[in-house]
């Protein structure tokens, strides 16, 4: 549906508003959020994992607890004809694929995914198709791994001297932190309010302490430290001294790059490369694809390369979707 809507079996709506009795949400990023306060109006029940259910509760979604359906992955709900399962996606801490099996068949959708990491769904008769790097040319040089490792360089070069700042999307700058945790980075780890109260509820999900963390300040903010912060706020805060990394799916010139004096692009991202997009749909060999045309860039190409290369029946829903760059949240 034009508003981002995917709607499943009978009585199934994923991240947007339709007025179906059971809304899922697949994580807790902005565009697949939209509409969720008249969905709680409206729908019987929200569905979503446990994880991202905290998460929306700390980013100040009211949703009672009388429609709160806190699925596990893998754990089925019938809703009359429907059955719907959420199962394991790597995204972001709580994310989920949504599966919905009827009499007539079986759909599912993605939501926001990345590659190695998430199970295709195979054998299906629909599968919708999150395509937010939709086209080849938008391919990251290097690995995850590659970038995490260049993160750490530019912290253990600069920590002594330096207040390191680390800027990032919800989800992502949490699963950094955990990443940079478990690989023996030791430095006191420092955030805003909310996103600290992410961190903790995501170091749950990933069975990893945080260690050493605080609430930021500005005095706190001294060599030694690592300070996480939303986006949003980056502007603002990169005239404070220290070294600035922004955590970009966007950077395609290299793993890390430095765009002016203590200031760095390094290429982390929560979602699949074109390559890894094709490589789920290949293994996952479904009947259909829908690709969903109202999140990312160029879902057409994907589809004609679904249809030309792996001879699977792809099309893009919603169509008039003009391309432009895909959104870097996550």
Do not use: C
Not at 36 to 62: C, D, M, Q, W
Request: net charge neutral; glycine share 8%.
């Amino acid at each position: 549906m034009p508003n981002g809507a995917i709607t499943l079996g009978k009585s199934v709506v994923a991240d947007s508003y339709d007025s179906r009795p059971l809304r899922a949400v697949t994580h807790a990023h902005e565009d697949h959020t939209r509409y969720l306060a008249r969905s709680v109006s409206y729908s019987l029940f929200i569905v979503a994992t446990p994880i991202t259910h905290e998460f929306l509760k700390v980013l100040g979604f009211n949703v009672q607890s009388s429609k709160v359906l806190a699925l596990d992955y893998d754990k089925p709900f019938q809703f009359e004809d429907d059955v719907i399962l959420l199962k394991p996606s790597r995204h972001i801490a709580g994310s989920a694929q949504v599966l919905v099996e009827t009499k007539e068949g079986s759909a599912a959708y993605t939501g926001d995914f990345k590659m190695p990491g998430t199970a295709p769904i195979e054998g299906l008769d629909v599968l919708v198709l999150d395509a937010t790097y939709g086209s080849p040319h938008l391919s990251r040089k290097g690995t995850e791994w590659d970038a995490l490792a260049a993160l750490i360089e530019i912290i253990e070069r600069n920590s002594k001297d330096k207040a390191i700042w680390v800027y990032g999307f919800n989800g992502k700058l949490q699963e950094v932190m955990v990443e940079l945790r478990i690989r023996g980075v030791k430095e006191r780890f420092l955030a805003d309010a909310t996103t600290l109260k992410l961190a903790q509820i995501a170091s749950k999900f990933y069975g990893v302490e945080l260690g050493d963390v605080g609430i930021y300040t500005r005095e706190e903010a001294t060599p030694g430290t690592v300070i996480f912060v939303h986006r949003a706020k980056g502007v603002s805060l990169k005239r404070m001294p220290g070294v600035h990394i922004v955590l970009t799916g966007l950077e395609r010139r290299g793993v890390s790059v430095q765009v002016r004096e203590n200031v760095y692009n390094v290429a982390f991202s929560d979602h699949a490369s074109f390559w890894e997009i094709v490589e789920y749909v290949r293994d996952a060999r479904p009947k259909e694809v829908i690709v969903d045309g109202s999140r990312g860039f160029d879902p057409s190409f994907t589809a004609k390369y679904l249809n030309k290369v792996l001879g699977i029946p792809a099309r893009v829903e919603p169509l008039g979707v003009r391309p432009g760059s895909p959104s870097d949240e996550g």
